[in-house]
């Protein structure tokens, strides 16, 4: 038995995948598969996987394009062997001791993840990693108050746990946000996320990376929060606003919307965390800075 499936969905990135499996070659801790879900890839995807059949334990699965990453990886999910999930999008890739770390960890939590380091074209000039950290009990009420601080392609979910909440949920509103939705639903049923604060993979930023600033970006966000707040204490409410309004404003701020953006971001003045007001303060700092060099 194998003691973890690495699944990585898949939609014409042969080029990506072929360095993010050569990633999985050079891991020191071999007792682990590979689930490869081909979302009905139209290039050569294919001949790529056929490289690493050999080097390799492979499950290749080619569906019809389901349009977005949630159907894929519960279809990797679902023919995983392992009771543990590692999900690795294509274009992105690990260090070699990347499930060596994490393999010490495996007894006592239920989630499992650390840092992961921009690389690609267009990475951020202010930040070298995602924004990930050690999130606190309760962990649901910390999620929706303080956002998302776990990467997807440096999590580990205990694959019991997973089908527990039903997995990724594959309604196309939560498309690009239903990593956050999980996380979400998890952490309803069990409070053991732990951080390891070390990079072990690397997050590829590139111009076709399926994260999008629109008003559909927007609508998404919203949809998230509305699904959850049932969930939370009336007294956090207010905090869950802020935040949301502060990945909102963010997306304003990259459509160019400066005058949306600079109103929710002041809502963060009203946050708990010094940390968000700060963060919101430098923001609209940057956006004024923008309009008096670029008027």
Not at 53 to 71: D, E, F, H, W
Not at 215 to 222: A, P
């Amino acid at each position: 038995m194998v003691d973890f499936s690495v699944i990585i969905a898949t939609y014409n990135r042969a080029d990506y995948l072929r360095e993010c499996l050569n990633s999985l070659v050079s891991q020191t801790y071999k007792n682990f598969e590979t689930v490869i879900v081909d979302d009905g890839s139209t290039d050569n995807t294919k001949d790529v996987v056929d490289e690493f059949v050999n080097l390799l334990s492979i499950k290749y699965i080619k569906i019809p394009n389901s349009g977005y990453p949630a159907i894929p990886r519960n279809i990797g999910a679902k023919n995983a062997s392992a009771q543990w999930l590692c999900f690795l999008d294509s274009d992105d890739k690990w260090t070699t001791d990347k499930l060596k770390t994490c393999f010490s960890f495996l007894c006592d939590y239920d989630v499992i993840y650390h840092k992961l380091k921009y690389f690609g074209i267009g990475k951020p000039f202010y930040r070298i990693v995602l924004a990930s950290r050690q999130v606190h009990s309760p962990v649901f009420t910390d999620l929706i108050t303080n956002g998302n601080g776990i990467p997807l392609s440096g999590s580990l979910i205990r694959k019991s746990i997973f089908f527990q909440v039903n997995g990724f949920d594959e309604d196309i509103l939560l498309a690009a946000v239903e990593d956050y939705d999980l996380w979400l639903k998890i952490s309803r049923i069990t409070e053991r996320f732990i951080f390891i604060p070390k990079v072990l993979g690397f997050y590829r930023m590139h111009k076709s990376s399926i994260t999008e600033h629109s008003y559909k970006q927007i609508n998404k966000l919203n949809f998230v929060y509305t699904k959850h707040l049932n969930y939370l204490n009336i007294h956090y409410h207010e905090q869950a606003a802020i935040i949301k309004n502060y990945y909102i404003a963010i997306v304003h701020e990259r459509m160019k919307n400066h005058k949306e953006a600079i109103a929710l971001y002041k809502m963060s003045f009203k946050a708990n965390s010094y940390k968000q007001k700060i963060k919101a303060g430098l923001r609209i700092m940057l956006i004024k800075m923008k309009q008096v060099l670029n008027p």
